[in-house]
């Protein structure tokens, strides 16, 4: 089988880190070029926009959009209008409305349209939903918080609107959440926590809940020094169940089950390999449903302003 050939557009600190290395893992999968326009990446092609590599670049059978959310939705239809299969980093877009008419682009085409959450790939993840199926859930605190100066150097467009804010990382706690617990989930409160100088919060925090009337409680915050917090503790009926690490590391009842290396968009680009093959899409929203839900419930905090230089 020939390998599935992809290009990057948006080549920024994600791209670079994650998604080069994970394609360079990945059987059958090549990277063939680049779309960016500050930054390329020596030995493969590159154009400066996306309508310039679909015109004048080499071959490709797909592109995985890591530009800003807010730009993302045109990005996808104009590739899957020229016939290529689409990887969208998180969050899949700006607004929840955008991504269903890409969806029906998708089928039209006959292309594969795949909504990432990497969290969802990381090691742990998996044996806890299975932990979990077996166990009654009583209670869940979750505790997100790191350096947005580390992880988001001078990335200005997260703090605009459409860019999330604090909820750009918070986002990939609630993919977890949504992936290890079978029931749907909503918001039922929320605390956002604006700097006066942007348009999108540093900090929030949540109180979800279940049909059942399950406790979840969730705090976000972009202004994190020293360690670094990505946690998801569960009370259960089999004892207290701990995600830490982003989903790297699994604990219960005082014993460690899992400890594993991030490979995290490795296993993104295996899934992508193994849907552009049949043409087939995965599109789950619901961890951006909740984010939007949170916008719409919160109540507005504003903060001290926030500049890129402490």
């Not at 154009?47 to 059978?61: H, K, R, V, Y």
């Not at 969806?103 to 979990?132: D, G, I, K, M, N």
């Not at 467009?157 to 804010?165: A, N, Q, S, V, Y």
Request: include cysteine; glycine fraction near 8%; proline fraction near 8%.
């Amino acid at each position: 089988m020939s390998p599935l050939r992809v290009a990057i557009v948006g080549f920024g600190k994600i791209a670079r880190d994650q998604h080069v290395p994970a394609i360079a893992a990945t059987d059958g999968v090549e990277l063939v070029a680049v779309a960016s326009r500050n930054a390329s990446l020596p030995g493969v092609a590159h154009a400066a926009t996306l309508d310039e590599l679909l015109s004048d670049g080499p071959p490709i059978d797909a592109v995985a959009l890591c530009t800003p959310p807010q730009v993302r939705h045109a990005q996808a239809a104009t590739a899957l209008a020229a016939g290529k299969h689409v990887m969208l980093e998180k969050p899949p877009g700006a607004t929840v409305a955008e991504i269903n008419p890409l969806v029906s682009a998708a089928t039209t085409a006959q292309r594969t349209l795949f909504a990432t959450w990497h969290s969802r790939f990381a090691p742990a993840v998996e044996p806890a939903r299975q932990l979990l199926a077996g166990r009654k859930v009583t209670a869940i605190k979750i505790t997100w918080k790191e350096d947005v100066r580390v992880w988001h150097p001078g990335q200005a467009w997260i703090f605009e609107p459409g860019g999330l804010g604090v909820f750009d990382p918070g986002i990939n706690a609630l993919s977890i959440l949504t992936r290890i617990l079978p029931q749907p989930l909503f918001v039922t409160s929320a605390e956002l926590a604006f700097p006066a100088n942007r348009e999108a919060p540093i900090a929030a925090r949540l109180a979800l809940s279940d049909a059942q009337g399950l406790k979840i409680t969730a705090e976000f915050d972009f202004r994190q020094t020293g360690p670094q917090s990505w946690d998801i503790d569960l009370d259960t009926d089999g004892g207290p169940v701990t995600l830490s690490m982003g989903g790297a590391r699994l604990r219960a009842a005082g014993t460690q089950l899992v400890d594993a290396a991030d490979a995290e968009y490795a296993g993104l680009y295996r899934r992508f390999r193994e849907l552009a093959a049949t043409g087939e899409s995965d599109v789950d929203l619901a961890p951006l449903q909740l984010v939007a839900d949170a916008f719409l419930l919160g109540r507005r905090r504003t903060v001290e302003p926030y500049e890129d230089e402490p």
